[in-house]
């Protein structure tokens, strides 16, 4: 499986929840509840399709077996946006699993999922087992509305085979080292065009953008008082000037014309799996796409490089998310059932295996089942470094990512010209985007 980090309109659509009561008030009900035990039916959407809804119905009926009374009507394929119509409209399920996490803080300050603190309090569940990078992106301010069920880890992919030609014996730990290596393995054709690329600097490329390289570059995106902090942390513009000055290296029209050429992302043609790309930030996915794909590839993994040396091995860690969205029927069977995929070890283990997504909990995390593969056993790493982070949440949801990536967009193509009045810029409409949506009003 694979969930990117995913860039989508959700803030203002959140937003419309704001105020909102029709259909509201079904919650509460205790059936199906541990101490009541009245047979139920829940409703759970996710966003699983086709042999990945076929490993969670799996697991739901493991969940069915230690609690008989709850029968669960998974449906799947199911998105953010019509999770929301349905929630406004009074018709949402009793559970949701959601593969954006970025959406959560906007969830969690509109009430589109119910506060689980109650939930959390009065059982069993150890909350200091789940890994304190998942625990961040699954509340905003004081309420928790989200647990973590599988995360996404993003870490440097490399082609050792052609490290080897290059005599390259280890991967770049900083970002210097990084573009010295790029140029090394960068292999032109007699017209100039780009054969084989070292590393593609584009901040739209595949896994890159100001995300997954925030711990590498250790960027700061809000300050103390909540406000956008882009240009007043010279990292960012330390990082935009980096990967300007390789950009320009390759030759910002040579890099479009090799990026229109290669095969996609998810394909087989892939210019990792194909030998076109030597080096790349991806997710722990591509391990499990790499061995469907090009069975044959000699490639390792590694931390993206970091400008905190003691640092380096750290990462960003995003990935699916529980909640109870207002208006469940049954609140309390669907509780059990978010306890059930966020924290039982067995369901983290197995959902591992079969989607090879990271697990979130640090039990399962250190299962031995789990790691057996050497390139993911990088990622269960990652996850588990103590600096690895996800990327601040906001009531704004997506918004502000989507802003700084326009901005890089017209960065590296040579459009936009002043670094630092372009941050303070953008630093200015994503705090007037938060604005908006803490006064409930869509972007």
Known sequence: MRKKLIIAPLAAAALLLSGCTAGIGGGGNTDGGEDDKTPVEITMWSFFGDREKDVI??????????YPWITVDHV???????LLQAVRGGTGPDL????????????????????????????EVDIDQ???STLAYTSYEDTRCALPVLAD?????????????????????????????????????????????????????????????TPGWDLTWYDDSGLAAMADDPQWAAMLEWQKELVDWYGYDNLQRYVSTIGGEFTAENPFHTGQLAMMVDGEWRVAFAADQAPDLAYATAPIPNVNEDEYGAGIISGTTVGIPRGSNYPEAAWLLARYLATDTDN????????????TTTDA???????????FNTMLDIAGNEATRSVPGTPAGAAPREL??????????????DLQGGLEDVAAQIDSQIEQAAGGNAP
């Open 153 to 213: 880890v993003y870490g440097l992919y490399y082609n050792t085979d052609v490290f080897a030609e290059a005599g390259i014996t280890e991967p770049p730990t900083t970002w210097d080292e990084l573009a010295e290596d790029a140029k090394a393995l960068t292999v032109f054709n007699a017209d100039g065009s780009i054969q084989r690329a070292g590393f593609v600097p584009f901040l739209d490329f595949f896994e890159n953008n100001v995300a997954t390289w």
């Open 130 to 132: 789940i890994l304190p």
């Open 404 to 417: 700084l990536s326009q901005f890089a967009q017209g960065w590296q193509a040579g459009s936009a010209t």
């Open 96 to 123: 949701a699993l959601s593969g954006n996490s970025e959406a959560v803080s906007s969830y969690c300050s509109t009430g589109v999922f119910e506060d689980l603190q109650s939930y959390i309090d009065e059982s």
């Open 365 to 375: 995390l250190a299962d031995d089942e789990v790691r057996t593969i050497e390139q």
């Open 57 to 66: 119905d799996a697991r739901l009926e493991a969940f069915t077996e230690e």
């Open 348 to 359: 983290l283990v197995q959902l591992t295996l079969e989607l090879r997504n990271v697990p």
């Open 76 to 82: 799947g394929g199911q998105n953010d946006d019509t």
